[in-house]
């Protein structure tokens, strides 16, 4: 019956809410993106075998006949290519790194946003252009540098600052829509991700394409501006470049936990109320958030033109869409990241083998990212089917990390014209507040 | 700043203020070599077209259908932000369903059963998001955003297993339903009785989506269900049922909304990158936010934003030589800036938030 009193009100949500995830161990959070991820691997399996069944008769023997029709795949085979495929060889294990290492990228990308109280859903754009603006830059200044590993040096780092710099602005946008018009950074970032396609596209076709290409494409950067491929000798991943994507997950870690400004970007997320009552500038706050946001898209971006591309061109694939998938997995953690891109990548380099082995569509990839999501949204349901811990019927409306709840009830909040109407809300949010920061425990 | 207290009116005036802005800006931008007035004479020209008309008005039809599903669904309480990916799972669902039913060229029956099919597919993964939302009481935002990315995932990947493609082959579309004498009229006439039967689904379905909201028990029913749960409960009305039939809704509507693009309008499913759908689901719920939760105002934001997809067609009929892919992003330019003018929409105060009845 409280629970019901409670409910009337939207911000109310987010500390009921929080005051829960207090509850919710770091291993508990664990566990449910596991069983989120088994959840996910075992509903691929009955993706795979319906499809199977649908596509017969088959072109090969089918796995299994039945009398009311054949299965053309097997699941479990299905599972076994694709771990191959991802670790099988040096060679796939260099995809499957090279994967993971632009997966830390727009994995870190969503979660900084996320921590902020932000859905950020346009990665996306931000590392398309961004790639554009380091293909760009690093074309424009070579001319001016020597060429060997002092040029290169310099080209890669202009490279990346313009990835940085662009992805940075574009993500600033919906950051100051949502600050300052309060337009729903989901949609605002999802159309931006367009206008990022369509204006990349123009662009390149228009005055930036290689005169010797077909498609759209810009020319090529030259080869010392380009990540040396190392350690496994396979192009298009350097080792360097993952070590430098650990260290910033490391970094953003720090810069999340160690610094004011991360202190503030995390309450601002979690408590917008108490943020500002605690004197942080919550519009500002949005802004800078995404900002680095998309600047570490951006960087995404550059990493693709300069370790995997080398030039820009149309149809870069879905690393931002991804990094969603990696970042809720993650539970928003920055050092999560690094696993959960490690498995996301996997899982990509292995679905081109089984494409090209067992001709099972590679687009798999793209129905467990879906479901990984869904799954880890619905906590509530491993804990039904789990033990039960005696939480019962509570609400435990809360997706990896609880940053995700209190963005949808933030749109309640905005919705309010005027705060003040909201009176009973704030408090029991700022009362919340005081427990959130101590239950959070750093 | 203060947008949320001005009337609903005037909002909308500075909404479309700020679409037209948007417009002459970039028509500015895109024509250095022509005055803006010279391309105002052109655009009346084909504005006053019926052609033109109609063909806005097929477009019209997918964003519509979801934006009224969205408008059922969050009224319940329940912010069904996978529109998208309904949209997207109908339209290939319509395709792959009459191309079994019919072979390479089913017939208008196929083609009507194939549409019935992705209707309840579509409502099918509704009602899955509907108990992932009320029974698992998952975040409905990202719960949402999993239907959109699973759609995606998903329809490429059996378009690819049944046409070793992530596009189908073309088939046949809807025939128009053409109105004997009344379709004679002139302008009115090709437009409104000489039309897709999408139109007049649409059509039917915005009158009857009003007077669902706003003439009967139910309608009041939705609006307590996501305005006050606990005053619905009290009276004796099963909230998690509503909020089933207001999801379930959007379901449907969305349903109807991607099999008329698929199989009403272009007679393919197009699976490559954002597919054919292309942002028509997220478009769909900003022109439900612009039309302040009001079936006719959300047909009219549809209808404007249609107008600025079907603008793009008929600029290059005319013959301006502009890229196309920057025209494409116009629609997409426009969603954003009418976002920053109505951003302070009043959504249903339970909107988002898990009813648990007082008798568990």
Known sequence: MSDSDRDESGPGRIGRTLGRLVDASAVERILISLAALALSVVVGALVVLVSGFILSPCASSPFLATGFGDFCYDPLEVYWVLLQGAFGSTFNLAITLKETTLLVFTGLSVAVAFRAGMFNIGTQGQLVLGALATGLAVLWVAPFVPAGLVGGVVLMGVGLLAGAVVGGVWGAIPGALKAYADANEVITTIMLNFVATGLAFTLVSEVFKDPESQTVQTRSVPGNAEFPPSLLEVQDFSIFVLVGAILLAVGIFWLLRGTTFGYDLRTSGEQPEAAEYGGVDSKRMMVSSMALSGALGGIGGAVYVLMVAGYWQSGIPDLGFDGITVSILAGNNPIGVLPAALLFGALKGGSLAIEFDLAVPKELVGVLRGLVILFVAMPEFFRMIGARYGYGGDDYAVAADGSGADDASDADTDSEPDDASETDGETSQIDDSGLEDGGDGR | ?360
């Open chain 2, 1 to 360: 700043m203060s947008f949320g207290r001005l009337p609903t009116d005037r909002r909308l005036l500075a909404g479309v203020a700020g679409l037209v802005l948007a417009a002459l800006l970039a028509v500015e931008v895109l024509f250095p070599a022509n005055p803006v007035t010279d391309v105002g004479a052109v655009l009346v020209t084909i504005v006053a077209d019926a052609n033109y008309v109609s063909s806005v008005l097929r477009l019209t039809v997918p964003i519509a259908f979801a934006a009224l599903g969205g408008i059922f669904a969050e009224k319940s309480g329940v912010i069904n932000i996978g529109l998208e990916g309904l949209l997207i799972i109908s339209a290939f669902t319509s395709l792959a369903a009459a191309a079994a039913l019919g072979g390479g060229d089913p017939n208008q029956t196929q083609l009507w059963l194939g549409f019935g099919i992705a209707v309840l597919v579509s409502t099918l993964f509704a009602l899955l998001f509907a108990i992932v939302c009320i029974e698992f009481k998952a975040d409905q935002i990202i719960a949402g955003l999993a239907v959109w990315l699973i759609a995606l995932g998903l329809a490429p990947f059996a378009s690819k297993v049944i046409w070793g493609q992530v596009n189908s082959p073309t088939i046949g579309t809807f025939n128009n339903w053409t109105i004997p004498v009344l379709s004679e009229i002139p302008f009115v006439g090709p437009v409104l009785f000489d039309a897709s039967p999408m139109v007049y689904m649409l059509l039917v379905a915005v009158v009857a989506s009003w007077y669902a909201l706003n003439r009967t028990s139910f309608g009041r029913w939705i609006e307590a269900s996501g305005e006050n749960p606990k005053a619905l409960d009290t009276v004796g009305v099963d909230v998690r049922r509503v909020r089933y039939t207001g999801v379930l809704l959007s379901g449907f509507l969305s349903g109807i909304g991607g099999a008329g693009l698929a199989i009403g309008r272009v007679g393919q499913f197009i699976g490559g990158g954002t597919t054919m759908v292309n942002g028509r689901g997220w478009i769909g719920i900003t022109a439900y936010l612009f039309g302040n939760y009001n079936p006719f105002g959300a047909f009219g934001a549809s209808f404007l934003f249609a107008s600025l997809d079907a603008l793009q067609f008929r600029l290059q009929q005319v013959g301006y030589n502009i890229p196309s892919e920057l025209i494409g992003i116009i629609p997409y330019v426009t969603v954003v800036v009418v976002l920053a003018f109505v951003g302070r929409t009043r959504i249903p105060s339970a909107a988002g938030d898990h009813y648990e009845s007082g008798e568990e």
